[in-house]
Nanobody, 115 residues
């Protein structure tokens, strides 16, 4: 069983920054794409970013230019740097990976951005 653990969430004022981490058991991040999703209160689940096994990234328009993904394959950890945070970024953030056809999700980390 692959285990994903998000961390780094918390409370921050608008305009501030946080860095989220997604750590996985086993050495899987070197060969898998990692996605980040979030659930904003009152809204549908939203895909926000992807980082490939090779390090290329893609972002949703809502976060492009403010959020940056990176990965440390040796540590099986993906980082989501979030800058210029807005109250509308308040959400539970989840990382996701598919391994051998099975989907794995972390339990999420809460990000709250105050005005």
């Amino acid at each position: 069983q692959v285990q994903l653990v998000e961390s780094g969430g918390g409370l921050v004022q608008a305009g501030g920054s946080l860095r989220l981490s997604c750590a996985a058991s086993g050495r899987i991040f070197g060969i898998n794409n990692i996605n980040w999703w979030r659930r904003i209160p009152g809204k549908q689940r939203e895909w926000i970013a992807l980082i490939s096994h090779g390090g290329s990234t893609n972002y949703a328009d809502s976060v492009k230019g403010r959020f940056t993904l990176s990965r440390d394959n040796a540590k099986n950890t993906v980082y989501l740097q979030m800058n210029s945070l807005k109250p509308e970024d308040t959400a539970v953030y989840y990382c996701y990976v598919t391994v051998a056809g099975t989907q794995y999700w972390g339990q999420g980390t809460q990000v709250t951005v105050s005005s």
